[in-house]
């Protein structure tokens, strides 16, 4: 009895005092950089959620500045909002891994690929895929991406008049689904009998899937995962699998020559190049298919939920909405309710479209915070503070973008003005980076670009929209990607 109280007593002092040996070199930095003195005694911190993560930074920064020492739980972090020290991280060899911290769930539902690969396999997965995703392979996407915005208008269109709608969402998931089917698959979805309106209402339950399974650590215990797969998650993981299995489908039909229904000839997708490494024997297939998950979900995520930002601040901001509208017609004077075709031409000639997508992405970048972990030895900042080898190192793009001492007393009101290339040149390069920035920046970030500004020229001729809604009433939530806890109600009517 004696002896099993004295185990009690004193095994958790042993393993507390364990890791306060193993975070030594983390107490040490501690007094260097500003930081929680409770969090850095005990070595534990709050256990964040999608739902308090950017709330408890936003709280963090305002109290000890840009550069910050946190415990998320038990595990140590450090935080950075400065401009000069997210250069130094993102173009350090020694911070090209990405944290285990954050990006485990992604692994644990997607599987490896780009967004989650380690330096050393990163290197060379990014340079396979840099072929379709050139500039001038991405030229050959435009004729999908103006026919399918004109698929979007017909299903808009049968709504007749929506006020108060928020359906506005549903009609961009479905919408980028058909469009990424098509540009990184190479196939059509409708041909294929695939029923992207059912995958894209699922596509909320499956960022919330993911972003549990990031936040909350339990389950890294590979049996409360194993659990969670088959009861509440089931139906999320059926349907990645789905996916999943319609890309095999396509590896499986280059291999053998005849290709199903729905293949589109004359194009070369990420899949097609795929192929070509799997047939050298230069990639498993496991991770040919969960790679193409990644980016699958990347260019669907990504160009889905800045089309509903875009739309939702010009819904906001009437006056921005009237000049924009001026500069399409101005582009395009036919009277063709946005059926014209965008060209690769027309994209540069459209710059306050460009000013209006950039400060929608500043305001709200898709994925808010990006993490990496130091390895392969210890970093020197530019500060002068040294990062020890395996901390996580957080960069709150979110936070970046809207810090005042960068973007003045208005940093958080819409103002496409911010990117006249007077105020461009002023700021550092760094202050603002949608698509990340450095050694990893975001492959597809062109491709990002060009179906934008080809959706929001077409949609912004056609319709006009409006809301009661107000940015400081926004509650915001972290499912790896930036949501809204509550999608507020739009009006569209066509012009």
Same mark, same amino acid.
């Given at each position: 009895?004696?002896?099993?109280?004295?185990?009690?007593?004193?095994?958790?002092?042993? %393993?507390?005092?364990?890791?306060?040996?193993?975070?030594?070199?983390?107490?040490?930095?501690?007094?260097?950089? +500003?930081?929680?003195? %409770?969090?850095?005694?005990?070595?534990?911190?709050?256990?964040?959620?999608?739902?308090?993560?950017?709330?408890?930074?936003?709280?963090?920064?305002?109290?000890?500045?840009?550069?910050? %020492?946190?415990?998320?739980?038990?595990? +140590?972090?450090?935080?950075?909002?400065?401009?000069?020290?997210?250069?130094?991280?993102?173009?350090?060899?020694?911070?090209?891994?990405?944290?285990?911290?954050?990006?485990?769930?992604?692994?644990?539902?997607?599987?490896?690929?780009?967004?989650?690969?380690?330096?050393?396999?990163?290197? +060379?997965? =990014?340079?396979?895929?840099? +072929?379709?995703?050139?500039?001038?392979?991405?030229?050959?996407?435009?004729?999908?991406?103006?026919?399918?915005?004109?698929?979007?208008? $017909?299903?808009?269109?049968?709504?007749?008049?929506?006020?108060?709608? =928020?359906?506005?969402?549903?009609?961009?998931?479905?919408?980028?689904?058909?469009?990424?089917?098509?540009?990184?698959?190479?196939?059509?979805?409708?041909?294929?009998?695939?029923?992207?309106?059912?995958?894209?209402?699922?596509?909320?339950?499956?960022?919330?899937?993911?972003?549990?399974?990031?936040?909350?650590?339990?389950?890294?215990?590979?049996?409360?995962?194993?659990? $969670?797969?088959?009861?509440?998650?089931?139906?999320?993981?059926?349907?990645?699998?789905?996916?999943?299995?319609?890309?095999?489908?396509?590896?499986?039909?280059?291999?053998?020559?005849?290709?199903?229904?729905?293949?589109?000839?004359? !194009?070369?997708?990420?899949?097609?190049?795929?192929?070509?490494?799997?047939?050298?024997?230069?990639?498993?297939?496991?991770?040919?298919?969960?790679?193409?998950?990644?980016?699958?979900?990347? $260019?669907?995520?990504?160009?889905?939920?800045?089309?509903?930002?875009?739309?939702? *601040?010009?819904?906001?901001?009437?006056?921005?909405?009237?000049?924009?509208?001026?500069?399409?017609?101005?582009?395009?004077?036919?009277?063709?309710?946005?059926?014209?075709?965008?060209?690769?031409?027309? !994209?540069?000639?459209?710059?306050?479209?460009?000013?209006?997508?950039?400060?929608? !992405?500043? &305001?709200?970048?898709?994925?808010?915070?990006?993490?990496?972990?130091?390895?392969?030895?210890?970093? #020197?900042?530019?500060?002068?503070?040294?990062?020890?080898?395996?901390?996580?190192?957080? &960069?709150?793009?979110?936070? &970046?973008?809207?810090?005042?001492?960068?973007?003045?007393?208005?940093?958080?009101?819409?103002?496409?003005?911010?990117? !006249?290339?007077?105020?461009?040149?002023?700021?550092?390069?760094?202050?603002?980076?949608?698509?990340?920035?450095?050694? =990893?920046?975001?492959?597809?970030? #062109?491709?990002?670009? *060009?179906?934008?500004?080809?959706?929001?020229?077409?949609?912004?001729?056609?319709?006009?929209?409006?809301?009661?809604?107000?940015?400081?009433?926004?509650?915001?939530?972290?499912?790896?990607?930036?949501?809204?806890?509550?999608?507020?109600? %739009?009006?569209?009517? #066509?012009?």
């Amino acid at each position: 009895m004696h002896l099993f109280l004295i185990v009690v007593i004193f095994c958790p002092i042993f %393993l507390w005092l364990l890791h306060r040996w193993n975070d030594r070199k983390v107490i040490s930095l501690a007094t260097k950089v +500003p930081s929680y003195k %409770l969090q850095m005694l005990l070595g534990f911190g709050p256990i964040t959620t999608q739902k308090s993560i950017i709330s408890e930074s936003i709280t963090g920064h305002q109290k000890l500045g840009r550069n910050m %020492l946190m415990y998320m739980g038990p595990f +140590p972090c450090y935080f950075t909002i400065d401009p000069v020290i997210i250069k130094d991280i993102l173009n350090s060899k020694l911070c090209r891994d990405k944290s285990d911290l954050t990006y485990t769930g992604v692994i644990n539902a997607l599987g490896k690929g780009l967004i989650t690969m380690k330096g050393s396999e990163w290197i +060379p997965h =990014r340079k396979l895929l840099n +072929p379709p995703f050139k500039v001038s392979n991405q030229i050959t996407f435009l004729p999908i991406f103006n026919q399918k915005v004109n698929g979007l208008f $017909a299903a808009m269109d049968q709504c007749g008049y929506m006020e108060n709608s =928020r359906d506005i969402l549903k009609f961009c998931r479905e919408f980028t689904l058909n469009i990424t089917f098509e540009t990184m698959l190479g196939h059509n979805a409708r041909a294929k009998n695939i029923d992207t309106k059912h995958i894209a209402k699922l596509v909320t339950h499956i960022t919330e899937y993911i972003s549990e399974i990031t936040f909350k650590f339990f389950y890294f215990n590979p049996l409360v995962l194993n659990l $969670a797969h088959r009861t509440i998650f089931r139906e999320c993981r059926e349907t990645i699998e789905y996916v999943k299995g319609e890309i095999d489908k396509i590896l499986k039909s280059f291999s053998t020559g005849q290709h199903d229904a729905g293949y589109l000839e004359n !194009l070369y997708t990420a899949i097609h190049c795929l192929y070509e490494s799997l047939e050298n024997n230069e990639t498993p297939r496991e991770i040919i298919i969960s790679g193409m998950i990644h980016l699958f979900s990347g $260019a669907f995520e990504t160009t889905s939920s800045s089309i509903y930002f875009t739309v939702l *601040m010009l819904a906001m901001h009437p006056e921005v909405q009237s000049k924009l509208f001026s500069e399409i017609c101005e582009r395009f004077p036919e009277n063709d309710d946005g059926n014209m075709e965008v060209t690769y031409e027309h !994209l540069s000639q459209l710059p306050y479209l460009d000013m209006v997508l950039k400060e929608t !992405l500043r &305001l709200f970048p898709v994925v808010p915070q990006i993490a990496r972990q130091v390895s392969g030895g210890n970093v #020197r900042l530019s500060n002068g503070v040294v990062l020890p080898e395996g901390l996580n190192v957080m &960069l709150n793009i979110f936070l &970046l973008h809207r810090d005042p001492q960068i973007w003045g007393p208005k940093a958080n009101t819409f103002n496409p003005d911010n990117f !006249l290339p007077c105020n461009v040149e002023q700021r550092h390069p760094y202050t603002y980076m949608p698509f990340s920035k450095g050694t =990893r920046t975001c492959i597809g970030m #062109r491709y990002a670009e *060009m179906s934008l500004k080809v959706t929001m020229a077409k949609i912004i001729k056609r319709y006009k929209f409006s809301t009661t809604a107000k940015i400081e009433d926004f509650e915001w939530e972290n499912h790896i990607s930036l949501h809204l806890v509550n999608n507020p109600p %739009l009006t569209v009517e #066509r012009r």
